[in-house]
């Protein structure tokens, strides 16, 4: 599983809180991201870091923010949740000899009424 | 895990038999393919990669094909067992200034005892 855990697994929120996802891994890995999957969709990229403190948008930013100040943590905040935002987002970590494999955490299914 | 696979493309076996689940990228110029498992409820699983310059790669119980001429990729599966059920999607890694991978939809895989 690499060493990948993402908090909370199920979250129930309403419309127009704040909600922050937590993706944690324990082998120090440089790269890390952020994607979003919902039905008749790929995996979509939401954000992605490539140290601490240093982060980048992805194709589906709008309405996300990330932040890094540690290697090992990497969090996701819906500034306000809109129900657009329903999905199950997944964080993923850069690794192996390929220098392109990613491996991804269990997920986070969040629903926003 | 579960609202993924609602509208996807479903390929049903028999436990023993082989399975081929096929995959259409988009770029020509991608340089990288990875095929990953997704079982309900859980995170993608990385089974399998192969580099622009092969055609072939086999793994355990696994092959991937490759025809650039064509975009297309294979995920073969050797004497398919009822753990293989699952939905599989194939990612292409596009040669941009940083590392992105692109997902497809995805294939279900039923395998009946």
């Known amino acids: 599983d690499a060493g990948i855990t993402q908090s909370p697994r199920h979250k129930v929120t309403e419309t127009g809180t704040p909600v922050t996802l937590r993706c944690h891994q324990t082998e120090n890995h440089r790269y890390m991201y952020w994607y979003r999957q919902d039905p008749g969709h790929g995996l979509r990229l939401i954000h992605y870091s490539y140290g601490v403190k240093d982060t980048d948008k992805g194709e589906v930013s709008d309405g996300y923010s990330v932040s890094r100040s540690k290697t090992e943590d990497f969090l996701l905040t819906l500034e306000s949740a809109t129900s657009s935002q329903t999905s199950v987002y997944f964080c993923a970590i850069r690794a192996g000899t390929s220098g392109y494999e990613q491996y991804f955490g269990p997920g986070t299914r969040l629903t926003v009424t | 895990g579960e609202s993924v696979g609602l509208h996807l493309p479903t390929l049903s076996v028999q436990e023993g038999d082989n399975s081929i689940i096929n995959c259409a990228y988009s770029n020509s110029a991608s340089d990288y393919f990875i095929w990953y498992k997704q079982e309900s409820g859980k995170g993608p699983q990385f089974i399998i990669d192969?580099?622009?310059?092969?055609d072939k790669r086999q793994g355990q119980r696994v092959t991937v094909l490759l025809n650039k001429t064509v975009k297309h990729l294979s995920l073969q599966i050797a004497a398919t067992q009822p753990g293989d059920s699952a939905v599989y999607f194939c990612a292409e890694n596009i040669p941009t200034g940083f590392q992105k991978l692109v997902f497809g939809t995805g294939t279900r895989l039923l395998v009946s005892p």
């Open positions: 192969i580099r622009s310059n092969m």
